[in-house]
């Protein structure tokens, strides 16, 4: 799909999307007070296991803050909302870091490895070849449309040899589970949900197989002060090292937060690769972060996503997050 195209689209899901989240939210949008805290996050446990441990632990107040926290079901849609002022922070898997790269918004804090993303088909379906023609549903400009466009790659395919359908990931579970769709590129948990109902579904291809590192982020809008952001790196640094150090506590407080029971957290967390903050730290000043970036630009780049790949110095802020951990 060329890029024009591409962000007209997103451009609609954005618009309809945030409109229901402005509809079902309880606060009114973020906040100009530096004391209050507006976070997005994707209901999965790379999303919200460090919200969930900040919340549980007090962490936020140790800091001044006080946190609204919002489910999204993507992360374009929050890049959107931290555009539009509704939110000062959010999170978002690989698939989406073209949206900061591009300028959107900032990474202040790597989060997770994840490699929860697939490509599935219906049963019988076992092979990217054999999708062609087929309809397939994805949500555009997120991981799973990532793994897509990487698995048609390696067969030799584009979208043109596909019938690709944009839809949100919830429809893309309904679309799947009532054979309204062939194909999916989707992840974990939407995945479980999907299996369930269609115990045979294949697994046509998998982030898990390609080698690489896939990134996930915390983001912040534009407009947040730097005061605000070393803030809230803080409250990330002292979340993900309690969850390094308590795996089990982790999935009970996830599995709360998301209302979902702890095996299903536990699954979840079972596509999920976590550092601690003095690794994270370590990448950064060796300049591993950054490589990881370059090569998610240059996938956006081959993909129209991005005209050109920007030094991940413009939008990954490294040095505040090294300088907030002491070092």
């Given at each position: 799909?060329?890029?024009s195209?591409?962000r007209?689209?997103l451009s609609?899901?954005?618009?309809?999307?945030?409109l229901?989240v402005?509809m079902n939210a309880c606060s009114?949008?973020?906040?100009?007070?530096d004391r209050?805290?507006?976070?997005g996050?994707i209901g999965?446990?790379?999303?919200?296991?460090?919200l969930?441990?900040?919340?549980?632990?007090g962490?936020w107040?140790?800091?001044?803050l006080?946190?609204h926290?919002?489910?999204?079901?993507?992360?374009?849609v929050?890049?959107?909302a931290l555009?539009?002022?509704d939110?000062d922070?959010?999170?978002?898997?690989p698939?989406a870091?073209?949206l900061p790269?591009?300028g959107?918004?900032k990474v202040?804090?790597i989060?997770?490895?994840t490699y929860?993303?697939?490509?599935?088909?219906?049963?019988?379906?076992?092979?990217m070849?054999?999708?062609?023609g087929?309809?397939?549903g994805?949500?555009?400009g997120?991981?799973?449309d990532m793994?897509?466009?990487i698995?048609?790659?390696?067969?030799?395919?584009?979208t043109?040899?596909?019938q690709k359908?944009?839809?949100?990931p919830?429809?893309?579970v309904?679309?799947?589970?009532?054979?309204k769709?062939?194909g999916?590129?989707?992840?974990y948990?939407a995945?479980?949900?999907?299996k369930?109902k269609v115990p045979?579904?294949e697994e046509?291809?998998?982030t898990?197989?390609?080698?690489?590192?896939?990134?996930?982020?915390?983001v912040?809008?534009n407009?947040?002060?730097e005061?605000?952001?070393?803030?809230?790196i803080?409250v990330?640094?002292q979340a993900?090292d309690w969850?390094?150090?308590h795996?089990?506590?982790?999935?009970?407080?996830?599995?709360?937060?998301?209302?979902?029971?702890e095996?299903?957290?536990?699954?979840?967390a079972?596509h999920?690769?976590t550092?601690?903050?003095d690794?994270?730290?370590a990448?950064?000043k060796s300049g591993?972060?950054?490589?990881?970036?370059r090569?998610?630009?240059?996938?956006?780049v081959?993909?129209?996503?991005?005209?050109k790949?920007?030094?991940p110095?413009d939008y990954?802020?490294?040095?505040l997050?090294e300088?907030?951990h002491?070092?």
């Amino acid at each position: 799909m060329p890029g024009s195209t591409l962000r007209r689209t997103l451009s609609t899901l954005f618009s309809v999307t945030v409109l229901t989240v402005a509809m079902n939210a309880c606060s009114s949008g973020a906040s100009d007070d530096d004391r209050t805290v507006d976070f997005g996050y994707i209901g999965d446990y790379n999303g919200a296991s460090l919200l969930a441990i900040a919340e549980q632990q007090g962490l936020w107040k140790k800091q001044g803050l006080t946190a609204h926290t919002k489910v999204f079901n993507n992360g374009p849609v929050q890049i959107q909302a931290l555009g539009s002022g509704d939110l000062d922070y959010g999170y978002i898997g690989p698939g989406a870091m073209w949206l900061p790269a591009s300028g959107k918004a900032k990474v202040i804090a790597i989060d997770t490895f994840t490699y929860a993303d697939r490509v599935i088909a219906q049963p019988g379906i076992k092979t990217m070849k054999e999708l062609k023609g087929k309809r397939v549903g994805v949500p555009e400009g997120t991981s799973g449309d990532m793994i897509l466009n990487i698995a048609l790659a390696k067969a030799g395919m584009t979208t043109k040899d596909i019938q690709k359908i944009a839809m949100d990931p919830s429809t893309v579970v309904s679309s799947f589970t009532s054979g309204k769709i062939d194909g999916a590129g989707i992840f974990y948990p939407a995945i479980d949900t999907i299996k369930e109902k269609v115990p045979k579904t294949e697994e046509v291809a998998s982030t898990k197989d390609t080698g690489d590192i896939f990134p996930t982020a915390f983001v912040a809008g534009n407009n947040v002060p730097e005061s605000k952001n070393q803030k809230v790196i803080e409250v990330l640094q002292q979340a993900n090292d309690w969850r390094k150090q308590h795996p089990a506590e982790t999935l009970a407080l996830t599995a709360k937060m998301l209302h979902v029971s702890e095996a299903q957290a536990k699954s979840d967390a079972s596509h999920v690769e976590t550092l601690s903050t003095d690794d994270l730290v370590a990448k950064s000043k060796s300049g591993e972060i950054d490589r990881w970036l370059r090569k998610l630009g240059e996938f956006f780049v081959r993909n129209k996503q991005l005209d050109k790949n920007p030094a991940p110095s413009d939008y990954y802020s490294g040095d505040l997050y090294e300088k907030v951990h002491g070092g």
